[in-house]
């Protein structure tokens, strides 16, 4: 399957790899051909001439509240907002006073990604990775899950009047299935753990050259949809960068991505060129990059997960490295929290500022309280979190301590002996 | 509990009884003093002296992206935006080309409602009760519900930081518990039914001077928040007034508030004045609504619900009689559907367009359909729906026909055998 000459992706002018550097051309294809490394999108922004017109404040604000606005920064097609998608992206940027105050912070703000199309980050990525693979010529969106990328494949896929193949193990629980089946793509349960799936997964991406697993072979462009947190949050803070942001990390890719959103604003001349600080958040039962970080390595060892945080516990983080070399360079850290404590940054969030997050919220807000409990985060620095996803997805993890104050009879009598009032 | 001079509620300048038209001052009350009917809110929108400043399309769009950009509309203070709060609405309008494919129609469109805070178009209404409810003095944000009302007012009430009291029938499923009590407010499960925890309320409101039950003693704020979904949907199509609207009808409020916020729309010049036709949906097994459009009564008859669709489940919906003077007026027409077809419509909608709808967004889609197939709505006129809340909530309804299109062994082999390709 090649590329056709006529093809739009926007802004991207090839690919090229991120450990030897060797350029390759734009198309369907996400390792090195060298050494295998992964490879990633090339962009031109500039004015000169062939490149793609120039990106200012006005030519995004004038554009959708979605993430479309930012279309020129991305390897979409130039008309991709003018065809059926689930239009993710925009979510709110919420002053989280309440919260800082028992943080004893004096400036935050939640990025809250549950209020996206299916309800996590994950809308985002798709969605590029769906009008990439179109321009690309696959005509099957799929992708191995266990949650939240499968609903958004599911979704998109629906809503673009394309076919979803989603595989997921058969050991998941019911709601999950139904959350995806709901959108009537082919949905395969597999006998096996989440490594099986994926390797599958890869084995019929070699074999079905028209379908685009968007985390396998088409992982360039599906991951640069993560850009658009960073781009919003710049933008939804008046066009300037916070002074310090936590993200959740599992495979590390939103991470890095949102740091090359801010150099890119700083590169355009979009946003002023200052220091700001990157934090990664981990839950200690899947906690290789901060293990890394703070044995002071370079090499992230893969571990077995083992935290109710399903939703980030990827043991081996593709982009654990860069994470590294992230967090490092902007003078941040990365710190991991158990899981009691992730439970109780879901109900601090949820109490203070009535947002309901899923567990990776909850690893974001305690890590957060620990960063600066242990003074590696200026509580009084600006500082953006990233709430992932949503509460309502991961329900089990609040469960054994979430419940009614009291329980009465139907009357005033009941009510004013359970001393409520 | 009175109201002071120095109270600010916008337009607002009194209350007046829909039965027999008696006047009231402005303040937290809301039953007539004369015949005990439900109390409305009286506006003054125009010019004249001492009157709320002018409203226009452009001073709406130089407001924020949520329900507050019409505030000069509503019964809140003029800074209601800048006190904390949890910013609903703005919701997307969705082109929904495939279902109205499906449907033999020519241009549908869905406005989804899911996409608010808590999921659910009640984030509107307790929004609007939250701001009315703290100038007229009350300290504690309360209902009776069994689901979506509850999320947001916990919700609401946590992010205000004020206290919420919750009240819900003790046989709940222990997810509706958990979505509501992770907020941190009282919550108190109550030995009986929803009447019998909705008259505990009542009781309750006559009692605790400084508790707002929204949908009890401050209804007539609360039911307001209704009007935004009709301004939005007649700002987002460029300012004008679809031909059809098929709208859920549980109480029947957002129907009668829905062409509320149109009329107002036609008198302040902000769309033309051309004619509409409102429609309502119910689930067979709580339709009294329907019952009594198609007997061509004027009077609702209450009936027991037994349905799934359990946040349209209102046997004497208080709005009932309005919802038949408006679908009368206007020429529409009050439908209903089994629970099979409420369950199709839940697929429907997901298959076509992405969107996974709750039992009242799979109501209206199968009354669509309906209302098209027997002729009642013009399937070549301009037609909304409304999807009111989102299908995690009500994951029951559809577990028993939804699920996997294969289980494989994690091998090429089990996959090519399968015949999925």
Redesign the interface.
Known sequence: MALSPASNLGPAVGLICRECGTAAELGPRYACDQCFGPLEIEYRFTRTEGAHPEITRASIEAGP?NIWRYRGLLPVPDQVAET?N??PGFT?L??A??LAESLGMSRLWVKDDS?N???SFKDRVVAVALAAARELGFKVLACPSTGNLANAV????????IRS?VFVP?NLE??K???T????G???????NYD??N??AS??AG??EDWAFVNVNVRPYYAEGSKTLGYEIAEQLGWRLPDQIVVPVASGSQLTKIDKAFQEFIKLGLVEDRPYKVFGAQATGCSPVAAAFKGGHDVVRPVKPDTLAKSLAIGNPADGPYVLDVVRRTGGAVEDIDDAEVVEG??LL???????GETAGGVTVGCLSKLVRTGQLDPEAETVIINSG????T?DA??PV???????????EA?RA?G??
């Open positions: 509240r059926p689930t239009e709110r919420v002053r006073d309440q209020g199309p299916t309800h599911a979704a998109a896929a629906a809503r673009a009047g193949a058969s019911s709601q299935i139904i959350t089946a709901v959108y009537g082919t949905f395969v349960t597999v006998d096996g099986d799936v390797r599958l084995e019929i074999e079905q879901i109900r949820a109490r203070t500022e009535g947002i309901f949503d509460g309502l997805k329900l609040v469960a979430v419940g009614p104050s009291a329980n009465i009879a139907p009357s005033l009510f359970a409520l009032a």
